[in-house]
Nanobody, 126 residues
């Protein structure tokens, strides 16, 4: 059974940091791209960061480049999102997602992903 369980969300002030974790079960992270998405109220779900298996290639949406870092601990089957210099615009529900490397989809598109977690809330205030 596939399970992606996010944790680490919370409320912080602008400029603060949070580290999100995604515990992965039932998904072979050696042949799945792991990504973080976020969704603000009234907005579409947006791809934030992705990490590819094997070579560890990463990519980010422009608005978080230089501030967020995605990483993966294969031994723990856990994916992380380190978020620094948080801004009010980073507020939203953050989701972990898995996409097979064989799917051939674009990493930033919701429809590319088969497996999703339940989300963890991040709230940034001034």
């Amino acid at each position: 059974q596939v399970q992606l369980v996010e944790s680490g969300g919370g409320s912080v002030q602008t400029g603060g940091s949070l580290r999100l974790s995604c515990a992965v079960k039932g998904v072979n992270t050696n042949n799945n791209c792991m990504a973080w998405f976020r969704q603000a109220p009234g907005k579409e779900r947006q791809g934030v960061a992705v990490i590819l298996p094997n070579d560890g290639y990463t990519d980010y949406v422009d608005s978080v480049k230089g501030r967020f870092t995605i990483s993966q601990d294969s031994a723990k089957n856990t994916v992380y999102l380190q978020m620094n210099s948080l801004e009010i615009e980073d507020t939203g529900m953050y989701y972990c997602a898995a996409m097979s490397v064989y799917a051939g989809g674009s990493w930033s598109l919701v429809r590319s992903y088969k497996h999703w977690g339940q989300g963890t809330q991040v709230t940034v205030s001034s």
